[in-house]
């Protein structure tokens, strides 16, 4: 497979990353990567420097111990707000901060620093006047708003740890995580649309405070009140925290098992956020950056972080990205010249899916950089993503981390060359390699992915469960090996690329294979919108696969098709690892980050209990049940 991304963009030649290359001394980037990931503190103390994070009390050393418990920046103090948000209300306090979107196309409107200093500065107080104390813990249930972003800030400005949940999930789901974290104070949305109809958060919360009774005050937020503005407001000085203080808690999804907390400290989010915003997305103080997302993901806060400390302009919207007509998100980049996008592969394809008609009326020459994560890629979604939205021009920096990291293990870069559907190789200032099973490095071909060096944005264990955190991450390969649950490959040239989750390797008599390679195989077929891949039990090959197909609309789900599909498979994956079945259904349950359940998909075949507050679109379990 031949690049297909060429750098050659005007702006590539005074891009941060190249002159970072430039003032180092180095030929190249791959002279800088190899010097980030064998100077390790030589390398963040520079770039603590290049990105200006601004301390409140300067740390003693950068790092004093590695993993599985990693120490940054210790005897240091910092101030998120003041980094993000402060001191640009003070030099540019008419910059616009947040552009904002509703789920109606007249629901538009923006904040500049100052006023999101005020707004944040409102909740702050709103919180010390009902009690809050440093290290307190506040739960968010709410969209991407004006409004949410000033409850986020607001208690990072108070002192208290942030707690983002998905507003979408059901009453289980959220009274599990107020519980486990003890969560003291909770802000809600008053109303909040999707899809054009009212979404009644408060309902679901009343059902559940009875039952959580750690909570000592709910804030449900009104629109109209922050649209009024709090100007008479005054700005309250955010308190710093210790570097390695708990500021952030992100649960993983909870697909499997009891959801997690993945803990974050200021120090950890503010230099991760602000190496990969900087270098590999090239965000300047002009940028207006979109990733469509949910606060409650990582990459909501990530874009958050990231964007605002270098003053540049964060894009928020509530909505989803085909209503009310599949246009939505190019008009969007249109009307408010974005310049960057980020969105994930199941987006893209459902974008796709809608046709091309709706992308051409719409320039999009504002785009700079294109971004997305969450799942692997198909070769012609990507394609058709590079050509048909970047035009060819802008690179596809698509990146893979996750909650627990706060950042990437694996990041392209705009000076480089890209392929379809590759993660380019190593993040800057991360050693990241492919092991064999047995614990042997290779350059070329798949294997386990894993990571020999701290980054200061990984979390610092699970709440309450540091032994799940270790058996997690270090049991495999030990306890300075960070093992990540991804199959990673490697082609001759370099180029590294994801195979899905070890944890959904599929084994079919005794061979590896991941869900991946299933659903590429279908997304090559024209008729196909989207695919998911599950092993199921069989008596005589250990397992099978099972592929579950959405068609294209203007497709019909008949015999002829899905012989077809499997012709396709047999010449594809051969004969031995064919799929066992191929079901139509009419939507995939995912989440609403776009990554496909394939364990609920699982759980569903084999009539196990199923655990639905994390799939995004509810109505797609039953279509499951039925086909299966």
Known sequence: MPATYTPHAPWIRNCHLQKLIQRKGFKNYEELLAWSQNNVEDFWNHILSDIDLKFSKPFDKILTSSLPWPKWAAGGKISIVENCIDRHARNTPEKIALLFEGDGLEQAHSWTFEELARESSFIAAELQRAGAKTGDRAA??????????????????????????????????????????????????????????????????????????????????????????????????????????????????????????????????????????????????????????????????????????????????????????????????????????????????????????????????????????????????????????????????????????????????????LKPCTLGGPALGVRSEIWTEDGKKIERGLGHLVCLSPLPSMTKGFLNAPERYLHTYFEKFGEDVWYHGDWAFADDEGFWFLRGRSDDTIKIAGKRIGPNEFESALMADSRVAESAAVGIPHELKGECVYCYVVLKDSQSASEETRKALHSLMLKTVGKAMAPEKIFFVSALPKTRSGKILRGIIRKIVLGEGVDTSSAENESSIEAIRKAS
């Open 140 to 417: 968010l249930l709410m969209p991407m708003s004006l409004e949410m972003t000033a409850a986020f800030f607001g208690i990072l400005r108070a002192g208290l740890t942030v707690i983002p949940i998905f507003s979408g999930f059901g009453a289980e789901a959220i009274e599990s995580r107020l519980n486990d974290a003890s969560v003291k104070f909770l802000f809600l949305q008053n109303q909040t649309y999707r899809r054009g109809k009212e979404v009644n958060v408060r309902a679901v919360v009343d059902e559940i405070l009875p039952r959580v009774p750690s909570i000592q005050k709910v804030f449900s937020l009104k629109r109209e009140d922050f649209l009024k503005g709090h100007l008479d407001q005054r700005i309250l000085p955010s308190i710093p925290r210790a570097s390695e203080s708990e500021c952030l808690l992100l649960y993983t999804s909870g697909t499997t098992g009891k959801p997690k907390a993945c803990v974050h400290t200021p120090f950890g989010v503010l230099a991760t956020t602000g190496k990969e915003l900087r270098y590999a997305f090239d965000v300047q103080s002009n940028s207006r950056f979109f990733w469509y997302t949910d606060i409650g993901w990582m990459m909501g806060p990530w874009e958050l972080f990231g964007v605002l400390q270098f003053g540049a302009t964060v894009m928020l919207y509530e909505g989803v990205p085909d209503y009310p007509e599949p246009d939505r998100l190019w008009r969007i980049i249109d009307h408010y010249q974005i310049t960057h996008l980020g969105i994930s592969p199941t987006a893209v394809r459902v974008l796709k899916k809608a046709g091309d008609e709706w992308l051409q009326k719409y320039k999009l020459d504002s785009l700079r950089v294109l971004g997305s994560t969450g799942e692997p890629w198909d070769e012609e979604s990507w394609t058709w993503f590079f050509e048909k939205v970047g035009k060819r021009n802008c690179p596809v920096i698509n990146i893979s981390g996750g909650t627990e990291v706060m950042g990437c293990l694996l990041m392209p870069n705009p000076l480089s060359e």
